[in-house]
């Protein structure tokens, strides 16, 4: 028998998404203020959940199972696998001493540990975003990062933040070509417009960055630097979502920007040289890293050896991105596991759509096409390269399975609790709450994007869940739909720095576990005031330029 979504079980609707906060609040509660284990406070927010779920919005309990069983499976393949594959070869560059010449190879470019800042957490790490997405690029510069000497907390934090104005055209455009192809957008519309407003934000981050590292004044003594890194990545970003589409937005944004810094490097250098890997102001909280030593000189073939794991990665990784190699993988081995029970069974209802929409509930056990899949060859094929034997590399997996196998376990429960809030309908109960807003809408419209990539860690599930709504309120409203629809994905950049699953990512790369409350008590701040700059920047836009909003054929 259907079920279908109730968003006001109890005819008040603020009683009600008071309720609906329950979950989250719990999780979050539990993470950056009691300071409990990450998998205790997702165990904690997920029986919440359950119980919100079951007894408030009258979900059947068996369908409440299930869905929050779909989103282990989730939590496990793609999210648990990268996270996995990702440490394993950085394990194995680690133990073989082939990430200490890449270390120093980094340090002979820029000893400046701003500058490596710049060109690791923020241009690298939009590569990886551009081609893969889904935990990979924080899970890479948090783990170089660490290996630099930056303190766990500089590590983790920094790759977060940096990891922010690339995720809207993360996974080669995940986010906006599903967006279109779910709610009825044009993606070259939806491209061009968020290609209107992420570039700001994408100049203004690199500055963002450094200043959340070394302070202001520290700041002020590379910007030229900084804004070099930034307006190349803006300039290519805006170029790229307008005229080309959102396929390679990332990629070439990314590439553009090593490419500049680099050049910008070689007939530029700062009056001095910042060597402290401490974050400023937080070296009571694991801020303290490794001061600098000089790089140690290796020839060219070691170098080139060092960097070899890593550039398998790379390819790899931009492989395994893109849809046609996806779709030949599929092709050999996909499974699809129709949730019996849940598939087709919950209707979503207006005024979250424009007509009752049953919602689907399919596992795919693309293990071939996964990205954690591409990483894990990479690893092993970049191993075999560092002389491991293939009895080493088991062993050495294996260990790597040991390390993190709690934050697999927090991985599997958080997105077990983002699963089950999609399909009881609470997360949607948040979102109408903000559409309730009026001639202040296109701020909220902005933050419920954030909220929502917040909650389910996905640019792509935000755009998902919330892209239909988005387009409604701005009807009723009399407002650009491209304009709202982009305005969800750009605030979710923002709320990518906060997500639970990053921010376990975050501590698994940088091996500083059970300290996820710190990390998001530190990257909460700056994810809030930069999603309300964003929602700021799309009011001005709706009622201020409009012309901005504009569709340019």
């Known amino acids: 028998m259907v079920w279908q979504q109730i968003y006001n079980p109890t005819d008040s609707m603020l009683l009600s998404t008071l309720l609906a906060v329950i979950p989250v609040a719990v999780m979050l509660i539990g993470l950056g203020f009691l300071h409990m284990k990450a998998h205790i406070a997702a165990g904690l927010g997920l029986v919440s959940a359950l119980l919100i779920a079951i007894f408030v919005f ?38 073989n001493g082939s990430f200490k010449v890449l270390q120093d190879s980094i340090a002979g470019i820029t000893e400046d540990r701003r500058l490596q800042l710049l060109l690791i957490a923020f241009a690298f790490g939009a590569f990886f975003e551009g081609a893969a997405g889904f935990g990979t690029p924080v899970a890479v510069t948090a783990a170089i990062l660490i290996g630099l000497g930056f303190s766990p907390l500089a590590a983790s934090g920094l790759s977060l933040i940096a990891n922010t104005a690339p995720v809207a055209f993360g996974a080669l455009g995940t986010p906006i070509i599903t967006m279109a192809k779910v709610h009825g957008y044009d993606a070259m519309e939806l491209s061009a417009m968020v290609g209107r407003q992420l570039p700001l934000f994408s100049l203004m981050v690199p500055f963002w960055l450094i200043w959340a590292f070394a302070g202001r004044k520290a700041m002020m003594e590379i910007w030229p630097a900084i804004l070099v890194t930034g307006l190349s990545f803006a300039i290519a970003q805006f170029l790229t979502s307008n005229y080309i589409g959102p396929e390679l937005v990332d990629v070439i944004s990314a590439i553009a920007s090593m490419v500049s810094l680099v050049l910008f490097l070689r007939v530029w250098k700062p009056r001095r040289i910042w060597t402290s890997t401490s974050l400023r102001g937080h070296e009571a909280e ?69 007509v009752p ?3 689907t509930a399919i596992y795919v056990f693309n293990l071939l096409s996964a990205t954690g899949t591409g990483i894990l060859l990479a690893a092993v094929l970049g191993g075999l390269a560092m002389g491991y034997s293939v009895g080493g590399l088991l062993r050495q997996f294996v260990r790597t399975f040991w390390l993190v196998r709690y934050s697999l376990l927090t991985i599997v429960l958080m997105l077990a609790l983002g699963t089950l809030t999609r399909y009881s309908g609470i997360d949607t109960t948040m979102g109408l709450a903000f559409a309730m807003t009026g001639v202040f809408y296109p701020f909220f419209g902005t933050m419920l994007g954030w909220l929502g990539v917040a909650l389910t860690g996905s640019d792509t599930a935000s755009n998902v869940l919330f892209g239909g709504m988005q387009k409604v309120a701005a009807d009723q409203l009399g407002l650009s739909p491209n304009l709202m629809g982009a305005a969800n994905s750009s605030g979710g950049v923002m709320g990518k720095m906060i997500d639970a699953q990053s921010i376990v990512v975050a501590s698994t790369a940088t091996r500083w576990f059970n300290k996820e409350g710190v990390i998001l008590r530190y990257v909460f701040k700056h994810s809030l005031v930069l999603a309300m700059l964003v929602g700021l920047f799309v009011t001005l836009q709706a009622y201020v330029w409009p012309f901005t909003a504009m569709v340019v054929k």
Do not use: C, Y
């Open 286 to 354: 694991g801020g303290e890293g490794r001061e600098a030593t000089p790089p140690a000189r290796h020839d060219r073939a070691t170098v080139i050896r060092a960097w070899m794991p890593w550039v398998i990665l790379t390819v790899f990784v931009f492989l395994w991105g893109m849809p046609s190699v996806k779709a030949f993988f599929n092709g050999i081995f996909a499974p699809q596991f129709p949730i019996e029970g849940l598939h087709n069974m919950i209707e979503k209802m207006p005024p979250a759509v424009p």
């Open 357 to 359: 929409h049953k919602e």
């Open 58 to 95: 009258g979900m059947p309990g068996t369908m409440a199972g299930k869905a929050a069983m779909m989103g282990a499976f989730t939590g496990l393949l793609p999210i648990g696998w990268i996270v996995l594959n990702i440490i394993f070869l950085h394990q194995l560059t680690e133990n």
